[in-house]
C-alpha cells in the first residue's frame, strides 16, 4: 500500500472538517424540503427554516466544532477529551443556537452528567432516540488518534454517548469516524477509491450480530443503482448514514483527471435528497473531505464559509477551521 504524504494527510484532515461543513451550509437552504431533480442547481444561498445567511453553517458544525476544539486545545488536566466536549455541547446549548435537534435538546435541558441523560432520554423513547445528532457531528472524532482505530472508536462511541446512546447511532459514528482515518491515511491521490470496503474495514470493531446487520445496511447503500433519495428518513440515524454513503457512491468521478470534482457533486447529491438535508451533506462532506482534502472544497464555497461555535462569540470562516483541524490533527 502506497503512503500517503504527511503534506496530504493533513489536508485530508482539514479536509474532513470544511467540507463538513461547507455540506452543512449548502444544505441549509433546503432543510425539511422535497426531493429535487437532479436538473435542479443547489447552492449556498441561505435562507431556508432558520434563515441562515449565505455560507453560515448550522448546529451540525457548532457542535462538531465543540469537539474539534476539545481536541485542538487539550485540557491538560484530563487524559480525555469528553469532558471538555461535554462542556462545549453545555456552552454552546446555553447561547441560544437558532437550531436545535428534539434529542439534543431534551438531554442538554437536562441537568447532571450527558451520558446519563442521553441514556434516560433513550430509555423512554425505545422507538424515537436513533436520530442522527451524533453522526453529524463526529468528523473530528476520526483526527484525535491517526491511524489508532480502537482508540477512534472508542471515543466515537464516547462522543456519541454523550446525546446519542442508541446502539445504532453509536455504530454509525464509529464506522463513519473509522472511515474517515482510513481515507486520510490510505486512499489514492485520484482515481477509484473503495467507500465501501473502508466503511466495512470498521465492522470487526462492533459485537458481531451488530457488524453483520451493518454490512446489510452498508450493501444496500452502495448497491448498483441506490440513490440517496432511497433513504428518506434521513432524520433516523440508519438512513441519514446510508443516505450520506449512497450519494457519495452514486455520484461518478470524472474521467478527466478533475478527480476533486467529486466532492462538490456528491454533496448537491446529498442536498437533492431532501429532508434533513444540512445534515445528510455534512456527514457526506466529512468522508469526502477526507478522501479529496481541504483543497478540493470550491474556493466560492471556502469564501463564502463562516458561522459560530458558541452565539455572542465572534464568527469563525473556513481559515479558522482548517487551523483547528491541523492542530488538532498534528498535536
Same mark, same amino acid.
Given at each position: ?5 504527511a ?13 463538513s461543513?461547507a ?7 433546503y ?15 441561505g ?5 441562515? &445567511? +449565505?455560507?453560515?453553517?448550522?448546529? $451540525?458544525?457548532?457542535? =462538531?466544532?465543540?469537539?474539534?476544539t476539545? *481536541?485542538? @486545545?487539550? !485540557? ?68 484525535a488518534?491517526?491511524?489508532d ?37 490510505? &486512499? +489514492?491521490?485520484?482515481?477509484?477509491? $473503495?467507500?465501501?470496503? =473502508?466503511?466495512?474495514?470498521g465492522?470487526? *470493531?462492533? @459485537?458481531? !450480530?451488530?457488524?453483520?446487520?451493518w ?60 429532508g ?8 457526506a ?6 478522501r ?23 464568527l ?16
Amino acid at each position: 500500500m502506497t503512503a500517503v504524504p504527511a503534506a496530504v494527510q493533513q489536508d485530508r484532515a482539514a479536509g474532513a472538517v470544511l467540507a463538513s461543513a461547507a455540506g452543512d451550509a449548502l444544505g441549509a437552504p433546503y432543510e425539511f424540503g422535497p426531493p429535487l431533480d437532479a436538473s435542479v442547481a443547489v447552492t449556498m444561498k441561505g435562507g431556508g427554516a432558520f434563515g441562515f &445567511a +449565505p455560507g453560515e453553517w448550522t448546529d $451540525d458544525t457548532q457542535m =462538531a466544532l465543540a469537539v474539534l476544539t476539545a *481536541l485542538a @486545545e487539550p !485540557d491538560p488536566r484530563s487524559s480525555t477529551p469528553v469532558p471538555a466536549v461535554e462542556a462545549g455541547f453545555r456552552a454552546w446549548f446555553a447561547s441560544g443556537p437558532a437550531d436545535v435537534g428534539t434529542q439534543t435538546t431534551a438531554v442538554l435541558s437536562t441537568p447532571g452528567p450527558l451520558a446519563v441523560a442521553a441514556s434516560t432520554y433513550a430509555e423512554g423513547h425505545p422507538n424515537s432516540a436513533a436520530g442522527n445528532g451524533s453522526l453529524m457531528r463526529t468528523g473530528p472524532v476520526a483526527l484525535a488518534h491517526p491511524g489508532d482505530r480502537r482508540a477512534i472508536a472508542a471515543l466515537a462511541r464516547q462522543v456519541s454517548a454523550l446525546t446519542h446512546s442508541d446502539p445504532d447511532c453509536a455504530d454509525a459514528c464509529i464506522l463513519w469516524s473509522l472511515a474517515i482515518d482510513h481515507a486520510i491515511h490510505h &486512499a +489514492p491521490t485520484d482515481g477509484a477509491y $473503495d467507500w465501501a470496503g =473502508a466503511m466495512q474495514l470498521g465492522l470487526t *470493531l462492533l @459485537e458481531r !450480530d451488530r457488524a453483520q446487520r451493518w454490512n446489510g445496511l452498508i450493501a444496500d447503500a452502495v448497491s448498483r443503482g441506490a440513490q440517496p433519495v432511497d433513504f428518506p428518513k434521513n432524520g433516523w440515524v440508519v438512513h441519514a448514514f446510508q443516505a450520506a454513503l449512497a450519494a457519495i457512491v452514486s455520484t461518478p468521478v470524472s474521467d478527466a483527471g478533475d478527480a476533486s470534482s467529486h466532492l462538490p457533486l456528491a454533496l448537491a447529491h446529498a442536498v437533492r435528497a431532501g429532508g434533513d438535508t444540512d445534515t445528510v451533506a455534512a456527514i457526506a462532506g466529512s468522508l469526502l473531505g477526507a478522501r479529496w482534502g481541504a483543497s478540493a472544497v470550491p474556493v466560492i464555497w471556502r469564501l463564502d464559509l463562516h458561522g459560530r461555535r458558541i452565539y455572542g462569540q465572534p464568527l469563525l470562516t473556513a481559515d479558522d477551521l482548517e487551523d483547528l483541524a491541523r492542530r488538532a490533527f498534528t498535536r
